[in-house]
């Protein structure tokens, strides 16, 4: 059974501040999404990354695969209080998404 | 483009009572599918349809849950009866087809609330 591990579980930051938030697994993913998930709302897709070491950046957010596939990293600089919400990886196993457990981040003004 | 509609938005009900979930998918979505978020947790998959067809439902608790897509459109998923662990949020999502790097596109959820 393929488990995505994410930490922390909770953040509670000061806007301004920078984090990170990690996505482990034992097992190899042919590719990894990050979502965002607002209170009463579906999760959305920030990003998918595919190749290991890949790195994207969205305007103040950075996701990294791993090399070998079997982890990321979703960095945020200057975080701001419209981040403040649940962080979720997922990751592809032969076109079946499973989701990590999920980082729930509040932004303080 | 209109989203993933789904209703009601929330539902409360008793232990051993029935239940049932609506989801329209995005117009010209061929893959739907049915989700539980458990309170602090990250989605579970419980089915996914292809058109009208079960592409896979090996997490669906089938003792008590059913979900159909008769015309390959909307998806009703129902529980019955329901106990007190079903207490979650049932998100449906879908998604042009259902192979390779796709994109998800969810719905709101419901929230069900079993006393």
């Known amino acids: 059974t393929q488990l995505l591990e994410q930490s922390p579980q909770f953040l509670s930051i000061q806007e301004g501040e920078n984090l990170t938030v990690y996505c482990n697994s034992s097992?190899?993913?042919?590719?990894l999404q990050w979502y965002r998930q607002e209170p009463g709302e579906g999760p959305v897709l920030l990003v998918t990354?595919?190749?290991?070491?890949e790195v994207k950046k969205l305007k103040r957010l950075t996701f990294q695969f791993g090399d070998a596939r079997k982890d990321s990293s979703l960095h945020i600089t200057a975080a701001q209080p419209g981040d403040t919400g649940l962080y979720l990886c997922?990751?592809?196993?032969?076109?079946?998404?499973?989701f990590g457990t999920g980082t729930r981040l509040q932004v303080f003004p | 483009e209109a989203g993933v509609a789904q209703s009601p938005r929330y539902k409360i009900i008793e232990k051993r009572q029935s239940v049932a979930f609506w989801c329209n998918p995005i117009s010209g979505h061929a893959t739907l599918y049915w989700y539980q978020q458990i309170l602090g947790q990250g989605p579970k998959l419980l089915i996914q349809f292809q058109n009208n067809g079960v592409v896979d439902d090996s997490q669906l608790p089938k003792d008590r849950f059913s979900a159909e897509r008769l015309k390959g459109v909307d998806s009703t998923l129902k529980i019955q009866p329901a106990k007190l662990e079903d207490s979650a949020v049932y998100l449906c999502?879908?998604?042009?087809?259902?192979?390779?790097?796709?994109?998800?596109?969810f719905g709101p959820g419901t929230r069900l609330l079993v006393l």
């Open positions: 997922a990751g592809f196993v032969t076109d079946k998404l499973i």
């Open positions: 999502a879908s998604s042009l087809n259902g192979q390779g790097r796709i994109t998800q596109y």
């Open positions: 990354v595919v190749t290991g070491g």
């Open positions: 097992s190899v993913f042919s590719s």
